[in-house]
């Protein structure tokens, strides 16, 4: 198994692999008509996985965790048993939205819980389909194979005590991945408030991208992201958005960097703005 494969995968590079005996593709893209859109077309062989019923356990109330809290690693387990998924499968995951989506919270997933050969699709659907990747609506079975046995979640994560916490001490930095008009209480088109967390910054997933919509390199993120952190230990760096979704794009960013990943808030504004309405619309314009 090869420790030292890259969290980002090119289109050109998937072509190469499509006979690879245990490559697994996954499609994760979501929002209205995705299942539909999927059942249409999809890169050939690829398996669907849903954001909301595979890669979250949503609760009813969203102030206990946020609008996408993880899933139990008992749910997870019987997620990667169901797609095939053992752990030496080589898994390339993607989404219509360069992995911003869902494509890099799965991604975070399988890495938290050891797994080795795991990518994203670099450029996404349309891109791969560019490179020369075949595309159909045939119907995918997967290999359903022994149980995928999952024991913990291996990367940090940060709850909202810590955040709290954290939001108080010029010792921890929290970075929010959302647009700069959530950021700033502009506008709030998910969540009940508008605003951000107290000794927040904002470093928009967007920044991560190249005009093209492609990753920027290694070596740009690393300078982007050195600055941004400063003198600031790894252990004190929180990521979160709106959900614990898109942070992780800029989990994956870091990772492609060779930056040591920070902790994923996964409750994230969903979570926080309804717990703490009165400083919840800080810096609205």
């Given amino acids: 198994m090869n420790n030292d494969i890259s969290p980002i995968i090119k289109p050109n590079e998937l072509v190469l692999l499509q006979q690879e005996a245990e490559l697994i593709l996954i499609d994760t893209s979501n929002g209205p008509n995705a299942k539909e859109n999927y059942e249409k077309k999809h890169l050939a062989g690829a398996l669907y996985v849903d954001l909301n019923t595979q890669l979250a356990d949503i609760k009813a109330d969203v102030s206990i965790g946020g609008r996408h809290p993880l899933p139990t690693l008992e749910q997870f387990s019987e997620t990667l048993t169901s797609l ?10 993607y989404d219509d939205k360069n992995g911003s989506n869902a494509a890099a919270r799965f991604w975070w997933m399988l890495k938290s819980i050891g797994h080795q050969k795991v990518q994203v699709l670099d450029g996404g659907f349309e891109d791969a389909i560019k490179a020369g990747f075949p595309a159909n609506s045939n119907t995918v079975i997967p290999l359903r194979k022994e149980p995928y046995k999952v024991e913990k979640w291996f990367l940090p994560l940060a709850d909202i005590a810590e955040v709290e916490s954290a939001s108080e001490d010029s010792n921890y930095l929290i970075i929010d991945v959302r647009d700069p008009e959530r950021f700033s209480g502009v506008k709030e ?30 070596e740009e993120l690393r300078s982007k992201y050195s ?25 994956l960013a870091l990772a492609y960097a060779g930056i040591a990943i920070p902790k994923l808030y996964v409750g994230s504004w969903s979570e ?3 717990n703490n309405k009165p400083i919840a619309t800080i810096n609205k314009k």
């Fill in 84 to 93: 095939g998924i053992t752990p030496s499968s080589h898994v390339v995951i």
């Fill in 189 to 218: 088109p998910i969540d009940l408030i508008a605003g951000h967390i107290p000794g927040a910054i904002n470093i928009p997933l967007t920044t991560n991208l190249d005009s093209n919509g492609f990753f920027l390199s290694p």
């Fill in 272 to 274: 926080w703005s309804r």
């Fill in 227 to 251: 600055k941004a952190f400063g003198t600031i230990k790894e252990e004190n760096r929180i990521v979160h958005c709106g959900s614990g979704v898109t942070a992780c794009h800029t989990l």
